[in-house]
């Protein structure tokens, strides 16, 4: 029994590292890489935001639209950047019609921006970010005490208008440089972010058709202000995810999240707790059950399930979807430009997509959950050892339950044996005696049964 229970507790523990929260080693605060193009992403933030127009970016507003309509002007004018056209979109534009949290019909779109390879059958990658923001709800009452919900819009910089800043520079970076690639790179502004990321959705759609095609989406979310930069590829490992983590956490101050260290504390519109992945929040959340190899990056301070909201740093007030998250008070407060992360998180992009490694491991569909591959789908094989030790334990206990049916049966037999015993001594017959009566008794049986024979 002992070692049946140490064998239990073997296998159970093997199971158990693999959902243990873990965190990859991760280059501290002090950043082995520098940022990139700081000044140029600052340029692109800032005029951006010039604008108040583009203050107010609620799924399907009139701000929205015209800060997409800047996005779409401003690129495809750029020599080297085309706007798509490709049957979904259209002149760079593709349409997202959707209905709203209050049930009411809209219409917004998507930006697409491609970065063209000289081979006509490249495949294509795409990094993708929102553009909308969050509306931030406050309370006024009248002298009756009546409450008016108000609906206040700020720069939110860290929502969403830095990693559109930051994929602005970074495609005007790469076409007046003339890069050489062998796969197109689409920049994808998606619009009705804030309504169930309506615009990632739409744009899903759109890839889905040939997924071989389109196998790797980069999804930026929250990367302006962090302690840490943190990048998710999926929950178990595989050759893409490793090579990822090879690259991202070679620097840039990037932990990896996966399995529960991904979970958060969130509050939903009325305030009851509930819980988020971290790592397939906004537009990630997409495509993160898809077949599509997807790397999230996003950036802040999180420790698991005990992170109270989305906290970005431990030493200052939580920003995201406050009137906090603004170009002021981050440079105020975190005393450093506003697009000194960004310049990471470009840097970062640059490197991983740039490496000799990456085609043959990002652009090569591996996988996924739904497949049989055991050798290549860690999923499948902690399903099987999980299984295999259900099994092992049915069948200990079905060795263990004979054991116990023989032994009872034995202890039986010996009882039988001890009452025999007691019976004799009682009876006062010897052993030697009854050996005798017994003799006696077979050959007078034998005698007989001979002389039927002879009859």
Do not use: W
């Not at 789908?377 to 049916?405: D, H, P, Q, R, T």
Request: proline share 2%; charged share 20%; glycine share 6%.
């Amino acid at each position: 029994m002992k070692k049946l229970m140490v064998v239990l507790i073997a296998h159970f523990l093997a199971i158990y590292s693999f959902f243990v929260p873990h965190v990859n080693s991760f280059a501290s605060a002090e950043y082995e890489e520098s940022p990139i193009m700081v000044s140029e992403i600052k340029s692109e933030l800032v005029s951006l935001l010039s604008s108040d127009a583009r203050i107010i970016r609620k799924g399907g507003s009139d701000g929205e639209k015209n800060t997409l309509e800047y996005i779409l002007s401003n690129l495809a004018g750029v020599s080297g950047l085309t706007a798509i056209n490709n049957g979904y979109f259209n002149a760079g534009k593709q349409i997202v019609d959707f209905e709203d949290s209050d049930g009411f019909s809209k219409s917004t779109y998507n930006v697409g921006i491609r970065y063209p390879s000289t081979n006509a059958s490249a495949k294509t990658i795409s990094i993708l970010t929102n553009v909308s923001n969050t509306p931030i709800i406050t309370y006024s009452y009248d002298s009756n005490g009546n409450a008016k919900k108000n609906y206040n819009y700020v720069e939110a910089v860290n929502e969403s208008a830095g990693s559109v800043a930051m994929m602005m520079a970074m495609a005007k970076y790469l076409a007046n440089n003339s890069f050489t690639f062998n796969f197109n790179i689409d920049f994808i502004f998606c619009g009705a972010g804030d309504e169930n990321s309506c615009g990632a959705q739409a744009y899903k759609r759109s890839i889905s058709q040939d997924i071989s095609k389109n196998p790797l989406i980069i999804c930026l979310n929250k990367i302006t202000v962090g302690d840490y930069n943190y990048f998710y590829a999926q929950d178990f490992s595989s050759e893409y995810e490793k090579y990822v983590a090879k690259y991202l956490n070679s620097g840039y101050g990037f932990k990896e999240f996966n399995k529960t260290t991904a979970l958060v504390n969130n509050y939903s519109t009325n305030n009851e707790m509930a819980f988020a992945h971290a790592g397939i929040e906004g537009p990630a959340e997409v495509f993160a059950d898809t077949a599509f190899n997807l790397v999230s990056i996003f950036s802040g301070n999180y420790n698991g399930i005990s992170s109270l909201g989305r906290p970005e740093s431990s030493t200052h007030a939580e920003l995201t979807n406050t009137i906090l998250d603004t170009t002021a008070y981050i440079e105020i407060e975190y005393k450093r430009n506003v697009a000194n992360n960004l310049g990471l998180i470009c840097a970062s992009t640059l490197k991983l997509i740039s490496s000799e490694e990456f085609e043959a491991n990002a652009l090569k569909l591996h996988s996924n959950l739904s497949k049989t591959n055991i050798a290549n789908n860690e999923a499948l094989v902690l399903f099987i050892s999980g299984i295999s030790v259900v099994l092992m334990f049915v069948v200990y206990y079905a060795i263990y339950s004979s054991m116990i049916k023989k032994s009872k049966k034995r202890m039986s037999s010996e009882q039988l044996a001890s009452v025999v015993m007691q019976i004799t001594r009682e009876s006062n017959i010897g052993a030697n005696e009854l050996k005798e009566k017994i003799e006696e008794k077979v050959e007078e049986d034998t005698s007989k049964n001979n002389e039927d024979d002879k009859q």
